[in-house]
């Protein structure tokens, strides 16, 4: 399997009884630990209001990363349309690739401060899955469903504070073509005004778009040819339906000549799956803060996780995630990611882990790293 890429995707996680200082500095320290470990790519997901996530434009902590690292490709997963402008959005990492010329990637979402909206038609999905597993028997659980945290109160105030007031989201096809017409230098006003960009245009970036299902995100990518990142980490239950969607809106462009795809999926590696599953212990409580619409707390201590009160009702809200992270020895994990590979057809994979020990979390993607290679 060491053919098939490995990237890291970040969220900047506060452990309990750190600071976000703590967290961007080790947010770097692995980035760099990534590089010397032969990862691929090391990308910065963007949050906002999660007690326990430094949240921050991606382009700001990438820049501090950037000037730490000297090889491996550093992203957005993903930049949040949702409350920026195309400009904005082509002139940030314009600035970057002036400053790392030929490593950054352009990953877009269009979460932020989009309102919820009418879900989006989705292709029925070509891969089939029966009693809740692929044809190769990866875990494909039912679909999570995020009507609660659209509507709660902590949501409407992320889009009350990222935007403007009065202001609306540009519609997100639309977005993405100002995007792309920005950085290539062929951008027109309705008035036929030419637009550049300085530093931006020509820009060396490679644009991703990322989605969870097989609907907006990705016939956005898909119709135009770019590349696309799928989150079995973040939605498992839609993770086929994604990819299969994908594919069938692709069409050839001057970027890729056929589909593209990364496959995203929680990870915790030690060397026994004791230790492994001891490291994850914290799991369960930080994935439910963030699905009460909460906001992500500080990642807890196995022993604080173990305190918490829990309901047969907070396992029913986080099972599709636990039952979908990859946590035990290197062998039983790198089996797992090749079974998310074959299922998905992914092109490459990234890892997102979270533990509450920095070195722990470190020396779960170096052990992964080596597993990796001797395949």
């Not at 994604?242 to 995203?264: E, I, M, N, Q």
């Amino acid at each position: 399997m060491s053919d098939i890429p490995l990237g890291v995707l970040d969220l900047v996680p506060i452990v309990s009884g750190s600071t976000a200082a703590d967290a961007l500095r080790n947010s770097v320290d692995l980035a760099q630990r990534a590089e010397r470990f032969g990862y691929a790519r090391y990308w910065f997901a963007e949050h906002h209001l999660n007690p326990g996530v430094a949240g921050t434009s991606p382009a700001v902590v990438l820049a501090l990363t950037a000037s730490h690292t000297s090889t491996i490709r550093l992203g957005s997963g993903a930049v949040q349309l949702g409350h920026r402008t195309a400009l904005s959005t082509v002139e940030e990492f314009g600035l970057l690739d002036a400053l790392h010329p030929g490593r950054l990637d352009l990953g877009l979402g269009r979460s932020g401060g989009r309102p919820p909206g009418r879900p989006a038609e989705t292709p029925a999905s070509a891969t089939p899955v029966v009693d809740g597993r692929a044809p190769n028997g990866l875990v494909v659980p039912p679909p999570f469903s995020f009507e609660r945290l659209l509507g709660s109160p902590r949501i409407a105030l992320q889009r009350k504070l990222l935007l403007p007031p009065g202001a609306e989201p540009q519609d997100y096809a639309e977005q993405l073509d100002d995007i792309l017409a920005l950085l290539a230098g062929t951008y027109r006003s309705p008035d036929g005004v030419e637009a550049h960009v300085v530093p931006g245009e020509g820009a060396d970036l490679e644009v991703w778009i990322l989605g969870s299902s097989g609907g907006v995100s990705a016939e956005a990518a898909g119709a135009r040819g770019l590349r696309f990142a799928a989150n079995y980490h973040v939605s498992p239950g839609t993770v086929l339906e994604a990819v299969d969607g994908y594919r069938s809106f692709f069409r050839p462009s001057d970027v890729l000549d056929k589909p593209y795809v990364s496959v995203s999926a929680d990870v915790v590696v030690a060397e026994d799956d004791a230790t492994a599953r001891e490291l994850a212990e914290g799991y369960a409580p930080w994935v439910r803060s963030i699905r009460t619409a909460e906001g992500a707390i500080a990642y807890p201590t196995p022993d604080e996780a173990r305190s918490l009160e829990w309901t047969d009702e907070d396992g029913d809200l986080v099972r599709d995630r636990i039952d979908t992270r990859f946590v035990g020895s290197p062998g039983r994990v790198a089996d797992r990611l090749a079974q998310l590979q074959e299922a998905t057809g992914a092109d490459e994979l990234l890892i997102t882990t979270v533990t509450h020990d920095h070195t722990a979390r470190v020396r779960s993607y170096e052990l992964l790293a080596e597993e990796w290679r001797r395949r």
